[in-house]
């Protein structure tokens, strides 16, 4: 069989080089097209060498892993891994999906060359597949997130403050990670509405008063739950959160105690859906004090 090293090295670098960009696409990280041509390269080039000399599963984890290495030269091991992870993903995925085409047609072949297995694609079928091995990998991702259902995203959480209480629908937010700089706690931010039922009129109302340093009305009760939340948001790098630390809270029939409340000024919904936003590491919290509880019943 003839192998024309051009041809297998063009082929090969169009078919890296779009799997190394989906995979940043996928993964959400920003690489120049200079590091994924230059990635596609070097993939190309192991291709020809192949032919040549015979490889081995462990040259291609190599391979694989300095691919991945030059689009993304992370130090964080956690998201390397989850980026070489995505893109055996996208590679079994288009190939598989070429394979198929190409046996539905009978459209590929089987030679050896110099003991090296070749699987002959034409340019088209492998072009088709993996144009369907992208689209099949999208609908997944799509269908996926359909199975987030509103039970997911929405929860109803009671708020002890004092001897009072009240319930708020909340919004998980996965960017909510506002934290007590003190104690290090999950802080929820809730509507100043919301907390009506729960927190006296007058701190609601002085809220600018009370950042300020001032005490008007009467909070003295309040004094020592009343804390300061630091934050940063877009256009606002500096800014401070009145928050009140509750007795509890619950969610999902769970108890977590001295939650700090935010009070936030304005509403998160021009239609009202929900008025609070609660962080995931609170509810992992939740799950861990679930689980403890769970384990000292036994």
């Given at each position: 069989?003839?192998?024309?090293?051009d041809?297998?090295?063009?082929?090969?670098?169009?078919i890296?080089?779009?799997?190394?960009?989906?995979?940043?696409?996928?993964?959400?990280?920003?690489?120049?097209?200079?590091?994924?041509?230059?990635?596609?390269?070097?993939?190309?080039?192991?291709?020809i060498?192949?032919?040549?000399?015979s490889?081995?599963?462990i040259?291609?984890?190599?391979?694989?892993?300095?691919?991945?290495?030059?689009?993304?030269?992370?130090?964080?091991?956690?998201k390397?891994?989850?980026?070489?992870?995505?893109?055996?993903?996208?590679?079994?995925?288009?190939?598989?999906?070429s394979i198929?085409?190409?046996?539905?047609?009978?459209?590929?072949?089987?030679?050896?060359?110099n003991?090296?297995?070749?699987v002959?694609?034409?340019?088209?079928?492998?072009?088709?597949?993996?144009?369907?091995?992208?689209?099949?990998i999208?609908?997944?991702?799509n269908?996926?997130?359909?199975?987030?259902t509103?039970?997911n995203i929405?929860?109803?959480i009671?708020v002890?403050?004092?001897?009072?209480?009240?319930?708020?629908?909340?919004?998980?937010?996965?960017?909510n990670?506002?934290?007590?700089?003190i104690s290090?706690k999950?802080?929820?931010?809730?509507?100043?509405?919301?907390l009506?039922?729960?927190?006296?009129?007058?701190?609601?109302?002085?809220?600018?008063?009370?950042?300020?340093?001032?005490?008007?009305?009467d909070?003295?009760?309040?004094e020592?739950?009343?804390?300061v939340?630091?934050?940063k948001?877009?256009?606002?790098?500096?800014?401070?959160?009145?928050?009140?630390?509750s007795?509890?809270?619950i969610?999902?029939?769970?108890e977590?105690?001295?939650?700090?409340?935010?009070i936030?000024?304005?509403?998160?919904?021009?239609?009202?859906?929900?008025?609070?936003?609660i962080?995931?590491?609170?509810?992992y919290?939740e799950?861990?004090?679930?689980?403890?509880?769970?384990?000292?019943?036994?």
């Amino acid at each position: 069989m003839i192998v024309y090293a051009d041809i297998v090295f063009i082929e090969n670098l169009i078919i890296n080089y779009v799997i190394l960009y989906v995979t940043t696409l996928l993964k959400k990280i920003k690489v120049s097209y200079f590091r994924i041509l230059l990635s596609a390269i070097c993939g190309s080039v192991y291709a020809i060498v192949s032919i040549i000399v015979s490889d081995n599963i462990i040259s291609k984890i190599i391979l694989s892993i300095v691919m991945i290495f030059i689009i993304y030269p992370t130090k964080d091991i956690r998201k390397f891994l989850e980026t070489l992870a995505i893109f055996y993903l996208v590679s079994i995925t288009t190939g598989g999906a070429s394979i198929a085409i190409s046996y539905l047609v009978n459209g590929y072949k089987i030679n050896t060359v110099n003991g090296a297995t070749i699987v002959d694609f034409p340019i088209l079928f492998s072009s088709i597949g993996l144009i369907l091995g992208i689209i099949l990998i999208k609908i997944t991702i799509n269908n996926v997130k359909s199975k987030i259902t509103q039970k997911n995203i929405f929860y109803d959480i009671e708020v002890f403050i004092g001897n009072k209480r009240t319930k708020i629908k909340a919004l998980l937010d996965t960017g909510n990670m506002l934290k007590d700089p003190i104690s290090q706690k999950p802080v929820i931010v809730a509507t100043k509405r919301s907390l009506k039922n729960v927190i006296p009129q007058e701190i609601l109302e002085d809220i600018k008063n009370i950042l300020g340093g001032d005490r008007l009305g009467d909070i003295k009760p309040f004094e020592n739950r009343i804390k300061v939340i630091p934050f940063k948001s877009l256009g606002n790098e500096h800014g401070m959160l009145i928050g009140i630390k509750s007795n509890k809270i619950i969610v999902d029939n769970n108890e977590i105690k001295d939650v700090i409340i935010g009070i936030y000024e304005k509403e998160f919904s021009r239609r009202k859906r929900y008025d609070a936003l609660i962080g995931i590491d609170l509810l992992y919290e939740e799950e861990c004090n679930y689980e403890f509880n769970r384990k000292i019943k036994k």
